[in-house]
């Protein structure tokens, strides 16, 4: 089933005019985060590269996901603009910056995007109930 198709609403379908705007960065930030985002996109983490396979290509629902997608100042780990949904993947490093992870969710849910996050371990280990979690949530979208 996927998911978009199922809308009957038109109000309801997602607009990716003005609002796709705000999730992207100001072209000057763009020029200085896009090397960033290509290497992360290049050098990803087994964690990364898991959901990868798991949510390309619109396998889950339909949704097209983005990866290493900058919004503003930040550079998202997964991206689907049509759900409004940012999936984040914490590693061992996240264990010492949870203010910047608060300060970076916080403000991404200001403009109007659901936060999703999971540890790489969970990825690694329960990826069925990951791919589960961001179905349940696309649907509730």
């Known amino acids: 089933m996927q998911l978009w198709n199922n809308m009957t609403d038109e109000q309801d379908k997602p607009t990716i005019g003005e609002e796709w705007h705000k999730w992207h960065s100001d072209p000057q930030l763009w020029e200085k ?15 990364e590269y898991h959901l990868w396979q ?7 629902e339909g949704a097209k996901f983005r990866r ?46 659901r936060v999703l996050r999971f540890t790489n371990e969970e990825v690694l280990s329960q990826l069925e109930s990951v791919i589960a979690r961001i179905s349940v949530t696309l649907h509730e979208m």
Not at 54 to 60: D, E, T, V, Y
């Open 68 to 113: 290493q997608h900058t919004i503003e100042r930040f550079i998202a780990d997964f991206f689907c603009a049509e759900a409004k949904l940012v999936i984040e993947l914490d590693g061992a490093i996240h264990q010492y910056t949870t203010v910047e992870d608060s300060v970076r969710q916080e403000f991404l849910e200001s403009i109007g995007l």
């Open 54 to 60: 798991a949510i390309r290509n619109r396998q889950l």
């Open 33 to 47: 985060l896009k090397p960033l985002a290509r290497e992360k996109r290049n050098e990803q983490t087994p964690a």
